[in-house]
């Protein structure tokens, strides 16, 4: 079995890792100072050449690269800014929540030397609402620490670099995990996703340049410059660079958060995850979160867990957040739950998917109640073809895919369940 | 002073605007929100969001927007202590919908009601609460409570009633 948690978890069993001690006794901060302490050695340049050479990909869902990202951002005297995206709540996902709790520093060093490279002097982390009890204050203590260290603030140990961090909470809105519904959250609006282009990098918070990177891209870059882009590229494949935590749920003996090397295959990680549910035969797996598109057993089992293999079947890594189903499970209520979070996340901005939602909801909600008509799944095929791409953010897309992959994949369970009343197929 | 937000609430205010440029005080009104609906047990009313907007500096209509556009702000008077069961797809394979249905059950109440005594308020939860590897979960007084069965969620019932 692979080795698991070897980069931003490599702490995580560790009693207070969330302590400034503890991180610094591991190494922490070591990167940031280098930084301080030399920046003709350690440009800006060079910082973003080393993440470009890392093949270290956005973690958020999307996959881009992070030091093109990077790259993106203007030379100017502009105020900028660099945003982290702690909103985390792609269904299946709850990695980052880990991150906030166990290792925050890791965070709080990455947010700083992203700022470092992309030249911006602020920094906001925005997490999701929910997380108020439980990560905000080890995040908030995390900052609070840092700045009492002299790691934060103005001209930082005497470099000439100013860094402040502020942590930010939201209030309930999957929308906001949306780069640009972010930013206008932040700003204290509603979180409707902005036209692009503009791109943040020119058009950001408060106007001005900014990029906007996941918690788990952030919180990974102090370990990839400390050791090197070799050393992380090396874990996972040559397309696939690193690794990427997995959040395994649904039907398997031990559902957890396991950060494993790119590439790994399909059986490999259910082994780690304690095999499925109750000695059960898998059915299916939703592998990127809920809004990848589901992949039979048959498929995934001949899958390896990186970008290119997903793709190749038509669906998405996404953000690892891997939902196992077993046999026996319904997948037109499972799709039915499903097209439910879209419909009550829709923030209302486009017609085609405040309305599309609407529809793919009520109509669902009849198959299963009984009262499916023959044309029904037709009609959601036509109506998750009208959303998708018609948007102005991701979201309609996400909305049309689970729709399109049920379909695709289990036609027979929603045309049973049309023909028998809302019976369902599944024993 | 604000006649209508406690000195507590206003230094909540004041840590929020304290993270943003001069004028972009709009961004505090999240964090505003947060504080006015604790300060008053779990939800929102016109009072307190007009103050929120009085004290910002910031026309009343922005409030509303952003406490209407936020599921985890309450504009209707709702009871003291929040329950929110996560149903999304992670916790109902885990099932998600009998812990939901139980909870209705003994609380006498449907999802979105509060209790008659106005002690217990079942939130009406469709986000993921991303504590997905915990399935089932719930959420109580922002507090997380996950590997949930029903001996557990007796448990913080009772505990919740005791303390009300």
Redesign the interface.
């Known amino acids: 079995m692979s080795k698991y948690n070897q980069v931003i978890y490599s702490n995580v069993n560790e009693s207070d890792s969330w302590t400034l001690d503890k991180y610094i006794k591991q190494g922490g901060y070591s990167v940031w100072k280098n930084i301080l302490a030399d920046q003709t050695n350690k440009s800006t340049d060079w910082v973003i050449e080393e993440v470009k050479k890392s093949g270290l990909r956005g973690r958020g869902g999307a996959g881009f690269p992070t030091g093109l990202k990077w790259s993106f951002m203007p030379n100017n005297d502009d105020q900028k800014y660099i945003v982290c995206n702690s909103d ?7 990695h ?2 880990d991150i906030l709790k166990y290792n925050p520093h890791a965070l709080v060093e990455g947010m700083a030397i992203a700022g470092y490279a992309i030249g911006a002097t602020v920094g ?1 982390n925005y997490v ?7 990560c905000y204050p080890r995040i908030e203590a995390a900052v609070k620490e840092a700045y009492d260290a002299g790691l934060l603030g103005i001209d930082i140990l005497n470099s000439g670099i100013d860094f402040d961090l ?1 942590n ?7 929308i906001c995990g949306e780069e640009t519904g972010l930013l206008e ?7 409707k996703p902005r036209f692009k282009p503009p791109f943040p990098a020119n058009f950001g918070l ?1 106007g001005k340049p900014t990029t906007v990177n996941n918690t788990q891209t952030l919180a990974s870059i102090p370990k990839i410059l400390e050791n090197g882009p070799k050393w992380y590229a090396d874990f996972g494949t040559e397309k696939s660079p690193g690794t990427l935590i997995f ?5 398997v003996n031990k ?3 396991y950060e494993l090397p790119l590439g790994i295959s399909f059986q490999e990680v259910i082994d780690v995850a304690g095999g499925i549910l109750d000695g059960k035969k898998l059915k299916a797996v ?1 592998p990127g979160g ?1 809004s990848t598109k589901v992949l039979p057993a048959d498929i995934i089992e001949n899958c390896t867990m990186d970008y290119e293999s997903l793709q190749d079947v038509d669906s998405a890594l996404g953000t690892g ?1 891997m ?1 196992v ?1 077993s046999e026996g ?1 319904c997948m037109v209520n ?1 799709l039915k ?2 097209s ?2 879209y419909y ?2 829709s ?1 209302g901005q486009c017609t085609p998917c405040r309305e599309g939602t609407g529809w793919l909801y009520r109509i669902l909600d009849r198959i299963t109640n009984g009262e499916g008509k023959e044309g029904d799944l037709a009609l959601l095929e036509d109506v998750a073809g009208r959303i998708e791409g018609n948007t102005i953010c991701a979201f309609g897309d996400a909305s049309a895919w689970p729709v399109q992959s049920f379909l695709n994949h289990y036609h027979h369970e929603f045309e049973y369940m049309i023909k028998n009343n809302g019976k369902t197929m599944a024993a | 002073m604000s006649k209508v937000l406690t000195s507590q609430t206003i230094k909540e205010i004041d840590h929020w605007l304290g993270k943003f440029p001069k004028g972009k005080q709009r961004s505090a009104i999240i964090g505003s929100l947060h504080a006015a609906q604790h300060q008053n047990h779990g939800f929102l009313t016109s009072e307190l969001m007009d103050a929120v907007a009085e004290y910002l500096d910031v026309p009343r209509i922005q409030v509303y927007e952003v406490a209407s556009f936020y599921s985890m702000f309450q504009t209707k008077k709702v009871g003291k202590h929040e329950i929110a069961i996560c149903t999304n797809i992670s916790c109902m394979l885990r099932g998600s919908d009998e812990i939901l249905g139980y909870v209705e059950e003994r609380l006498g109440i449907s999802v979105g009601e509060s209790t008659p005594d106005g002690s217990i308020f079942l939130k009406k939860e469709e986000e993921c609460l991303a504590a997905c590897t915990g399935a089932p979960m719930m959420m109580v007084d922002h507090a997380y409570i996950e590997d949930l069965d029903i001996k557990k969620v007796d448990e913080v019932i009772d505990n919740l009633m005791s303390k009300s």
């Open positions: 985390e709540s792609e269904p299946g996902t709850c980052d929540r906001y999701r609402g929910e997380f108020m009890l439980e502020h930010f909470l939201g209030a309930g809105a999957y959250s932040l700003e204290g609006k509603q979180g408060f959040s395994i749920s649904g039907h559902p957890g958060n939703i809920s957040a939902v189903i499970t499972l739950r499903i439910r979070f009550a996340e923030c």
